[in-house]
Every structure is written in C-alpha cells, then in structure tokens.
C-alpha cells in the first residue's frame, strides 16, 4: 500500500472534527478521505471502528451511550422508541436488552437494517405516528433522533400486547414523579397513536 502523507492524514483528522469526530465510511470517502487514508489512520491508532463501516477519532472522550450514537450513525432515518426511548428519558426500570428504533413505512425500503453491533429492534410506523413528537439530542457527536417523553408513552400503549402494559403503567407513574405531567401532549400523541380513550383513564388516575 502506498504511504500516506501526513497532510492527507491531517485533512482526515480536520474533516473527522468538524463531524463531531465520528464518520460512516461513505461519508468519509464523499467528504474526500480515501480509503487508505482512513485505513492507516486506523493502523496508526488515530481513530477506532466502531462498527462495520463506521469510524471514531481515537482521542475523544469516552463515549457515554455508544450504542445510540452507533444505531443513530448506521441508520439516519431511525428514531429510537419505546423501550429504549423510556431508558433515554429514564422513566423506566426495564435494560434495553437491543436498541429500539422505529422505521418509516411510507419512506420506501421496507427491509429491516442489520448492525454487527448493536443488536436492534426494528418498530415500523406510518405517517404522522411515525413523524410527530422527534427530539433530536447529541450524543457522543452524532445528532440522535429519540421520541419525546410524552410520545414514547403513547407509543407504549399502543405497542401495550407487546411491550407489556405494566411497563407502560410503570413508564406513566414514573414521568408523573418527575413533576412533569403534560397532559395535553400525552393526549395529543395518544390520538396520534390512536390509543386515547386507552390511556384517558390511565392519565386521569394519575393526576
């Protein structure tokens, strides 16, 4: 393999920072590093394989939720949701056993992605279920889409057969006692999730 000068290297190194250091390898390659760049770059321990086809500036700090940054890096178009969303909002007691993230139906592909790591739970919505209530927050460098609080909670008791209601129950009480508690956008996404006349009794009790 060629060697690769220190300038090419220090060009990678420039437009890895200005993406929050962390670049799927076709980004990289339409951003102009080349593959040998990146390669080297590696061999040199400069930045880490996070997954197939995703790479990391070695000397940044510690990733704190890896697993969302890397789904959120391999799959743009996926919003984590439901059980994982209930752990990013920490209103739940339940480990994400795989990262949850829902799919656009409408949006053309209808096979679901695959990630060497790390596992991931594939949900599809449509429409608005699928558009409304999208929080975007940084994580590790990469803009993570992550339902709000008050959406998840609808998407919980919409999926209730699958998740199990006492884990949507338990997701209720627990954003109730943060003192947070708003009930119309809980009922505005409930109509969304068709899922209304379902949690009404639910947040009424709460109150």
């Given at each position: 393999m060629?060697?690769?000068?220190?300038s090419?290297?220090?060009?990678?190194?420039?437009?890895?920072?200005?993406?929050?250091?962390?670049?799927?390898?076709r980004?990289?390659?339409?951003?102009?590093?080349q593959?040998?760049?990146?390669?080297?770059?590696?061999?040199?321990?400069?930045?880490?394989?996070?997954?197939?086809?995703?790479?990391?500036?070695a000397?940044?700090?510690?990733?704190?939720?890896?697993?969302?940054?890397?789904?959120?890096?391999?799959?743009?178009?996926?919003?984590?949701?439901?059980?994982?969303?209930?752990?990013?909002?920490?209103?739940?007691?339940?480990?994400?056993?795989?990262?949850?993230?829902?799919?656009?139906?409408?949006?053309?592909?209808?096979?679901?992605?695959?990630?060497?790591?790390?596992?991931?739970?594939?949900?599809?919505?449509?429409?608005?279920?699928?558009?409304?209530?999208?929080e975007?927050?940084?994580?590790?460098?990469?803009?993570v889409?992550?339902?709000?609080?008050?959406?998840?909670?609808?998407?919980?008791?919409?999926?209730?057969?699958?998740i199990?209601?006492?884990?949507?129950?338990?997701?209720?009480?627990?954003?109730?006692?943060?003192?947070?508690?708003?009930?119309?956008?809980?009922?505005?996404?409930?109509?969304?999730?068709?899922?209304?006349n379902?949690?009404?009794?639910?947040?009424?009790?709460?109150?």
């Amino acid at each position: 393999m060629a060697r690769v000068s220190d300038s090419a290297i220090e060009d990678a190194r420039r437009i890895l920072a200005e993406n929050g250091g962390i670049l799927r390898t076709r980004d990289a390659l339409a951003a102009g590093i080349q593959r040998r760049t990146l390669y080297a770059m590696r061999d040199r321990g400069m930045v880490e394989r996070l997954a197939r086809g995703l790479y990391r500036l070695a000397d940044l700090e510690q990733m704190s939720d890896p697993d969302l940054a890397i789904v959120a890096a391999r799959i743009p178009g996926g919003v984590v949701c439901l059980i994982s969303a209930l752990a990013y909002h920490d209103i739940t007691t339940e480990i994400p056993h795989a990262v949850d993230i829902a799919l656009d139906w409408q949006a053309g592909s209808r096979t679901a992605p695959t990630l060497d790591w790390p596992p991931i739970d594939v949900w599809w919505y449509s429409g608005e279920a699928y558009s409304a209530g999208i929080e975007i927050h940084n994580i590790d460098g990469v803009d993570v889409k992550v339902y709000s609080a008050e959406k998840t909670l609808a998407d919980c008791f919409k999926y209730r057969n699958k998740i199990g209601l006492d884990t949507a129950i338990e997701a209720l009480r627990m954003y109730r006692d943060k003192g947070r508690m708003d009930v119309p956008e809980i009922i505005r996404y409930a109509g969304i999730c068709r899922v209304k006349n379902i949690m009404r009794p639910y947040v009424e009790a709460l109150l």
